[in-house]
């Protein structure tokens, strides 16, 4: 029986009162959401780090992040949002151990030699000889990404996070096989694994090579250069003659104050009623 369907299992015998969590795995859940809560607020402010949870994300931003930008303001409930998914991250640790999946290890620091640099992590979770990663999604990426039949490979093809390099690393650090995410949608609860390939040794060569590049960047001070250009606006799939910042580089917290800066601008789409960001004034 896979991960999921063990989960199911427990959760159904768990609606009809058949089954209980054992007091050390509550006592585990708490110190974990405690922690959450100590790594959100009670943290001081850390200079940028090559780590394992971050190395995958696009150079461009890691280069700013480096060099001490300055980033846009985010809104104070984003404080909330971070450490609601640190909570249901420490749930789906609770329910995996409780349900009888083989978990052989959780939360393991770990470290990997990336070129000329010592890269460390923390892991999530062990599963029968394979690291997987929890994530706390939103809808979106979990309808669309995660828990799509191809997740893995959307994922690949999407990644401004870097949660593939990210898996590979935690799992080379081991010496064992990336078995995928364990994903749970933070507005609907909804869970799912998303499974990585049994035979990822391609996606794991280019993973760890994207991430040794990274950090061979960053040590060497290399030029800053962005990874992303303007995209063309099409309504209709037929350009509009604006052009309009990639998906990723929307949710950059350096795009107005380090990077593309005065030549984009907020703006009402002239054909619809959403806002985007446009180089230029839209037409």
């Given amino acids: 029986m ?20 054992d007091e050390a795995t509550v006592e585990r859940f708490g110190d974990r959401c405690k922690d959450a809560l100590r790594k959100q607020f009670n943290n001081d402010k850390h200079d940028f780090s090559i780590r394992m949870s971050g190395i995958g994300k ?19 409930s984003l ?7 640190d909570m249901v991250e420490a749930l789906m640790m609770a329910v995996l151990e409780a349900s009888g999946v083989n978990v052989q290890s959780f939360q393991e620091k770990v470290e990997y030699q990336l070129g000329s640099t ?5 892991l999530d979770v062990i599963i029968d000889g394979k690291v997987y990663d929890i994530k706390s999604t939103s809808k979106y990426a979990f309808d669309f990404k995660f828990n799509k039949p191809d997740g893995f490979q959307k994922i690949v093809a999407d990644d401004p996070f870097g949660y593939v390099s990210q898996g590979y690393l935690y799992a080379a650090a081991k010496g064992m096989s990336f078995g995928g995410w364990i994903a749970f949608n933070k507005e609907t609860g909804n869970y799912c694994v998303t499974e990585a390939p049994a035979e990822g040794g391609a996606y794991e060569r280019v993973a760890l090579n994207d991430a040794r590049k990274n950090a061979d960047a960053l040590n060497n001070d290399d030029e800053f250069t962005r990874c992303f250009s303007p995209i063309p606006e099409l309504v209709r799939k037929k350009p509009t003659g604006n052009k309009t910042l990639s998906v990723t580089c929307r949710y950059c917290k350096f795009k107005e104050t380090a990077c593309w800066k005065d030549e984009i601008v ?15 004034e839209p037409k």
């Fill in 2 to 21: 896979g991960i999921k369907e063990t989960i199911d299992t427990f959760l159904a015998k768990a609606l009809d009162g058949e089954t209980t969590i």
């Fill in 58 to 76: 696009p150079l461009c931003q890691q280069q700013l992040a480096k060099a001490g930008a300055d980033a846009e303001i985010p809104v104070p």
């Fill in 79 to 85: 404080k909330l949002k971070l450490a609601y998914g």
């Fill in 118 to 122: 010592k890269i460390k992590g923390t």
């Fill in 266 to 280: 907020f703006r009402k789409n002239p054909r619809g009623s959403t806002f985007r960001w446009y180089f230029g």
